[in-house]
């Protein structure tokens, strides 16, 4: 019977010995929320990119310094305009691009165009900005990877 008492009394501890916690950072959860943190940025990344897609052409041009956001117009391959993101006919453009700049909007415009569009059709947009007094137009590219 003493072995008994010996195994439930905690024989197996010095005596004198107390239960001491250990001191240890348990960081599964930290990782946890990192990972799902990682997953909701990876998936609403791509889905924060504005614009319209196109596939602009590569240049070795460099970027232009750009204090405010210029009004972008962009071109899509079957002729199809767009005034930011809204689509747009090209008869409406210019009296849209005025009412916009007549409100104190920074006349910078931007005009980007699929490589695959038409020349004809980007100059079309273009002269068409040109003619109504708007003369700070830049034709958007990708830089070339090198």
């Known amino acids: 019977m003493a072995v008994i008492l010996t195994a439930l009394s905690g024989a197996g501890r010095?005596?004198?010995?107390?239960?001491?916690p250990r001191a240890e950072i348990n960081v599964t959860p930290?990782?946890?929320?990192?990972?799902?943190?990682?997953?909701?940025?990876?998936?609403?990344a791509p889905l924060l990119a504005v614009g319209v897609?196109?596939?602009?052409?590569?240049?070795?041009?460099?970027?232009?310094?750009?204090?405010t956001e210029p009004l972008t117009i962009t071109?899509?391959?079957?002729?199809?305009?767009?005034?930011?993101?809204?689509?747009?006919?090209?008869?409406?453009?210019?009296?849209?691009?005025?009412a916009i700049a007549g409100n104190g909007y920074e006349e910078r415009?931007?005009?980007?165009?699929?490589?695959?569009t038409d020349y004809g059709e980007v100059m079309k947009v273009m002269a068409r900005i040109h003619a109504a007094?708007?003369?700070n137009i830049g034709l958007v590219t990708d830089p070339l990877s090198q």
């Open 14 to 20: 010095r005596r004198g010995q107390r239960y001491r």
């Open 30 to 44: 930290m990782v946890d929320v990192m990972l799902v943190l990682l997953i909701v940025f990876m998936i609403t």
């Open 53 to 67: 897609p196109v596939e602009l052409p590569k240049t070795e041009a460099r970027s232009l310094n750009a204090e």
């Open 75 to 98: 071109v899509q391959p079957d002729g199809s305009v767009f005034l930011q993101e809204t689509p747009i006919e090209l008869e409406v453009l210019v009296p849209r691009l005025t």
């Open 109 to 116: 415009i931007f005009l980007r165009a699929d490589k695959t």
């Open 133 to 135: 007094g708007f003369t």
